[in-house]
């Protein structure tokens, strides 16, 4: 069965220093999202591409956080600088087309401790 | 804007009970609803939907759910729980019009003892 891929699964970081988690979607899905998951709360979306472009990024702190999927496939997330309010679980998930009935697939996220 | 309320943070149960985990939505439109189970240091596993039609809803691991829109609810239920239930899990929605954005309540820790 295909899968939503994430690397690294864990990161350690100390603060100020810049981090990036990749996300692999599944073959054929048109839209990825990256979620943030503070430990003790549900996952909160930062931002959405349906294919390279961006939809929704409306969460996303955007002095410090970035992301991009330039060739509409793979995408990165970027910290920089990281704070130590943002160790958290970093997830990503991806669907067929976006259509809203739609069933979200996710990746087994990347979590982030910033020291 | 759309919310979701998972009352029970943390719900103990022993081995074969039932179980049901609470969830409440708020909302002024259609909505979509969602549970998905989270074990330990993994990612999010969808286990039921509800998008229209029969209020009850079955999904995988013999759970299921009752949408009830007079008491805006979402509730899960298992007749009979296994140790391996034991995980983290979440109630989501999504709104007509809202685009794709899932919005999840802040999740029921299940935990199955002997």
């Known amino acids: 069965e295909a899968e939503v891929a994430q690397s690294p699964r864990y990161k350690i970081t100390e603060k100020s220093q810049a981090v990036a988690f990749w996300c692999d979607p599944i073959?054929?899905?048109?839209?990825l999202y990256w979620y943030r998951q503070i430990l003790g709360q549900g996952p909160e979306l930062l931002v959405q591409?349906?294919?390279?472009?961006?939809?929704?990024d409306s969460q996303l702190p955007k002095d410090r956080f970035s992301a991009e999927r330039l060739k509409g496939v793979d995408s990165t997330l970027k910290i920089q600088p990281a704070e130590l309010g943002d160790s958290a679980m970093y997830l990503c998930?991806?669907?067929?087309?976006?259509?809203?009935?739609?069933?979200?697939?996710f990746g087994p996220g990347t979590r982030l401790l910033v020291l | 804007a759309q919310s979701v309320t998972q009352l029970d943070s943390q719900v103990p149960v022993f081995e074969e009970a039932p179980v049901e985990l609470r969830c409440n939505y708020s909302?002024?439109?259609?909505?979509?609803l969602f549970w998905y189970v989270q074990y330990p240091n993994q990612g999010l596993q969808l286990l039921l939907k509800?998008?229209?039609?029969?209020?009850l809803v079955k999904g995988i691991n013999g759970f299921e759910a009752e949408f009830n829109k007079s008491q805006t609810s979402f509730h899960l239920r298992k007749p009979s729980v296994h140790i391996s239930d034991t995980a983290e899990y979440f109630c989501?929605?999504?709104?007509?019009?809202?685009?794709?954005?899932?919005?999840f309540g802040t999740g029921t820790q299940l935990k199955v003892e002997l």
């Open positions: 591409f349906q294919d390279e472009s961006v939809v929704d």
């Open positions: 989501a929605v999504r709104v007509t019009g809202g685009g794709n954005k899932l919005t």
């Open positions: 998930a991806s669907s067929l087309g976006g259509q809203v009935q739609e069933t979200q697939y």
């Open positions: 073959s054929g899905h048109a839209t």
């Open positions: 509800y998008l229209s039609g029969s209020t």
């Open positions: 909302s002024s439109v259609s909505v979509y």
